[in-house]
C-alpha cells in the first residue's frame, strides 16, 4: 500500500508513517516509481498495537522495564531511574506496556534459502515463534512448537550488519527472518530470551493464537509483579 492509504490505515499522518518507516515499524514493500510501496502486514501488526499517549521511551528504559517486571534489577539505568519506571508502571496496563516497550528494537526482515535457516539460528537470540521451537517455552505459552520455516531472533547493531553480509541475506518485508535489531546489550544481559520480550513479539504476529498467547503471558506476568509490587 502508499504512504497516503497507511496514513488513512492507521488514522495517522503521511510524516508520522514516515517515521514509522524509519524506525523500523512499518516496512518498505517496493517501490512504485518515486512512490514507496509498505508492507501491509506491517502496517496490520502495528495496528495491533494501542499507541502510547506522552513521551517514547528509548531501548533502555523499554529493556528496563522487562527486566522489573519480570523481578529483576536492570543495571544499565540508576536507582532514581529504577523507582521511577516502576512507578509509571503502576499505573499502566498490559497493552500501554506493550505499546511502550515497541521501542525496544528496530526489527528487520530478510530472506534466506530455507535450507540456511538452521545455520543462521546459531548467531540469533531466540524470540517469538522461534523461541517456541523449545518445548519447554511453548508449553508455558500453552502453544505447540514453533515454525522451522521461519527464524525470528535478536542481534545487536554491531553483529547485525555482519550477519546480513557474512549470510548474503536480502532484505524482504515478507521474508523467513524476522530480525530485532537491538541497540545496546540489554537483550543479552542474561541467558535465553525473557518470556516478557516473547510474549511482545508474539503480540505482533498476525497469527491470532500466538498473538492471544503473548498477550496472556504478558498479562500473567504483569498482574503478578503489580500484586507483589501495591500497584
Given at each position: 500500500m502508499t504512504t497516503v492509504e497507511a496514513a488513512e490505515e492507521l488514522k495517522a499522518t503521511r510524516?508520522?508513517?514516515?517515521?514509522?518507516?524509519k524506525n523500523g515499524s512499518l516496512l518498505?514493500?517496493?517501490?512504485?516509481?518515486r512512490s514507496i510501496l509498505i508492507d501491509s502486514a506491517s502496517v496490520q501488526r502495528y495496528k495491533n498495537r494501542r499507541p502510547l499517549k506522552g513521551r517514547s521511551w528509548n531501548a533502555a528504559t523499554?529493556?528496563?522495564?522487562?527486566?522489573?517486571?519480570?523481578?529483576?534489577?536492570?543495571?544499565?539505568?540508576?536507582a532514581t531511574s529504577r523507582y521511577r519506571?516502576?512507578?509509571?508502571?503502576k499505573t499502566m496496563d498490559t497493552a500501554e506496556l506493550a505499546a511502550a516497550v515497541g521501542t525496544k528494537d528496530q526489527v528487520k526482515?530478510?530472506?534466506?534459502?530455507?535450507a540456511g535457516i538452521p545455520r543462521a539460528a546459531d548467531y540469533f537470540l531466540p524470540t517469538g515463534t522461534t523461541a517456541l521451537n523449545d518445548s519447554v517455552v511453548a508449553d508455558r505459552f500453552g502453544l505447540a512448537a514453533g515454525r522451522t520455516d521461519v527464524l525470528e531472533g535478536y542481534l545487536d547493531t554491531v553483529r547485525a550488519p555482519m550477519i546480513v553480509n557474512g549470510l548474503s541475506l536480502v532484505e524482504d518485508p515478507a521474508g523467513n527472518i524476522i530480525m530485532h535489531i537491538v541497540d545496546g546489550g540489554y537483550a543479552f544481559e542474561d541467558p535465553g530470551?525473557?518470556?516478557?520480550?516473547?510474549?511482545?513479539d508474539l503480540m505482533d504476529s498476525l497469527n491470532s493464537r500466538e498473538r492471544a498467547?503473548?498477550?496472556?503471558?504478558?498479562?500473567?506476568?504483569?498482574?503478578q509483579w503489580k500484586e507483589a509490587n501495591g500497584g
Open positions: 510524516p508520522m508513517v514516515h517515521k514509522l518507516l518498505v514493500a517496493g517501490r512504485a516509481g523499554a529493556w528496563a522495564a522487562l527486566k522489573i517486571i519480570e523481578g529483576g534489577t536492570p543495571s544499565w539505568i540508576d519506571l516502576k512507578q509509571r508502571l526482515r530478510y530472506r534466506i534459502a530455507p530470551t525473557p518470556d516478557a520480550a516473547i510474549a511482545v498467547a503473548g498477550k496472556n503471558m504478558l498479562e500473567k506476568i504483569f498482574t
